[in-house]
């Protein structure tokens, strides 16, 4: 069964550093979605994107942060300069469109600022 | 602002007992998604409700929608231990597919 993808698993860096969070998203999907999840605590969305572009975003996801489809599979987020707040469960998710299909989700890149 | 609430918030059962989670939401959206999630794991489908009066099973666990109440709830029967897990309810935040999320319900099984 196909399946959303993501690296690294787990990814620690310091602060202010930029970080790249990779995602293969369902290949026949064609929306794409970031979400985080601090410890403990519920699941935020962060921004769509659509026809490569960014379609919605959250508060949450400020010019810190951009996202990337480099090639026809890949899918990426940057934070440009990591804070302590920053820290949590990256997910990628996918769905084939909007009608009335789920979304699917990957099995996220614990992220850890220090 | 849209808000999606779910109760309990924590939900501790024994074996064999039956319960409901809750979730209210507050946008006028016809869809609603349910998922758990394992510690430390990602989020699985469990259900997708598309309209009024849904309802979904799925082993012990079943899902129903009223779209005028903004109500939807999971019902447990007879639970075990395989279902200890955080649930939760979600609805389409925008017009691109985004999901909200409520705040989840951990669930706990005990023998």
């Known amino acids: 069964e196909p399946e959303v993808t993501q690296t690294p698993s787990h990814q620690v860096t310091q602060m202010g550093q930029e970080v790249i969070l990779r995602c293969v998203p369902i290949s026949n999907h064609l929306y794409f979605y970031w979400y985080r999840q601090i410890l403990g605590q519920k699941v935020e969305f962060l921004v769509s994107f659509y026809n490569n572009e960014i379609s919605e975003k959250s508060e949450i996801f400020d010019d810190q942060f951009s996202v990337e489809r480099p090639d026809g599979s890949n899918f990426t987020l940057k934070i440009r300069s990591t804070k302590l707040e920053d820290s949590a469960m990256y997910f990628c998710a996918s769905r084939v469109g909007l009608a009335w299909e789920t979304q699917y989700f990957g099995p996220g890149t614990r992220l850890l600022v220090l | 602002e849209l808000k999606v609430e779910q109760n309990p918030l924590f939900l501790s059962m024994q074996e064999g007992k039956n319960y409901t989670i809750y979730c209210n939401y507050s946008t006028t959206s016809d869809r609603l998604y349910w998922y758990r999630q394992d510690p430390g794991k990602s989020l699985e489908s469990l259900f997708v409700?598309?309209?009024?009066?849904a309802v979904k099973q799925e082993g012990r666990l079943m899902a129903s929608l009223d779209t005028k109440a903004r109500l939807s709830t999971l019902h447990i029967t007879a639970a075990v231990h395989d279902l200890s897990a955080t649930y939760f309810c979600?609805?389409?935040?925008?017009?691109?597919?985004?999901?909200?999320f409520g705040k989840g319900t951990k669930l706990s099984v005990k023998p």
């Open positions: 979600a609805v389409d935040g925008g017009s691109q597919g985004n999901l909200i």
């Open positions: 409700l598309l309209s009024n009066g």
